[in-house]
T-cell receptor
Framework: QQQVKQSPQSLIVQKGGISIINCAYE??????FPWYQQFPGKGPALLIA?????SEKKEGRFTISFNKSAKQFSLHIMDSQPGDSATYFC?????????????FGKGTTLSVSS | KAGVTQTPRYLIKTRGQQVTLSCSPI?????VSWYQQTPGQGLQFLFE???????NKGNFPGRFSGRQFSNSRSEMNVSTLELGDSALYLC????????????FGPGTRLTVL
């Protein structure tokens, strides 16, 4: 019930195309859903995050779509660029009295070809 | 503002040894979390420290331990190293416990031979 399942494992997209990464969760106590971007040799960096009271959040070319009833959320990268080539992780967290822990998906390696 | 710093960046140890990794959070951040990243298991939560107290712990054996100092700097220790402990160990800080956004350091790459 603590898992976050992410797909696909890898993705190849043409420059200018749309990249879509999907995640699903089981624990309805999760109330924060971030996406992290990681480049080789670097730590993950927060890209965009959403709370379950909204169905969509957009920041520049990055959009999170959230479906509370299906317990799914996805990241859309519009006009994908070679510089977007990285590993993307979805995650989930809850406001717990015992502290904070991010539960991560296994990651998606995105390659944007020019 | 300086980001999260971790030392050392790379470490090679042999089985049975112990290792200590260090993390300095962003100035003003009082919560420090540790994560293990491996190709097979991905990113897994180890533990969180806030105000020198462990607030939360992931599903790792007791060989993994940590502590936090009064200046919020944190160390994690792994005793009796096993080959499977080879991983990237990431530290993340946030202003306080229960603060959702976490800021990650570059990690320490531990190789166990």
């Amino acid at each position: 019930q603590q898992q976050v399942k992410q797909s696909p494992q890898s993705l190849i997209v043409q420059k200018g195309g749309i990249s879509i990464i999907n995640c699903a969760y089981e624990n309805t106590a999760f109330d924060y859903f971030p996406w992290y971007q990681q480049f080789p040799g670097k730590g993950p960096a927060l890209l965009i995050a959403i709370r379950p009271d909204v169905s969509e959040k957009k920041e520049g070319r990055f959009t999170i779509s959230f479906n509370k009833s299906a317990k799914q959320f996805s990241l859309h990268i519009m006009d994908s660029q070679p510089g977007d080539s990285a590993t993307y992780f979805c995650a989930a967290s809850m406001d717990a009295q015992a502290g904070t822990a991010l539960i991560f998906g296994k990651g998606t390696t995105l390659s944007v070809s020019s | 503002k300086a980001g999260v710093t971790q030392t050392p960046r790379y470490l090679i140890k042999t089985r049975g040894q112990q290792v200590t990794l260090s993390c300095s959070p962003i100035s003003g951040h009082r919560s420090v979390s540790w994560y293990q990243q491996t190709p097979g298991q991905g990113l897994q939560f180890l533990f969180e420290y806030f105000s020198e107290t462990q607030r939360n712990k992931g599903n790792f054996p007791g060989r993994f331990s940590g502590r936090q100092f009064s200046n919020s700097r944190s160390e994690m220790n792994v005793s009796t190293l096993e080959l499977g402990d080879s991983a990237l160990y990431l530290c993340a800080s946030s202003p306080r416990t229960g603060w959702y956004e976490q800021f990650f350091g570059p990690g320490t790459r531990l190789t166990v031979l």
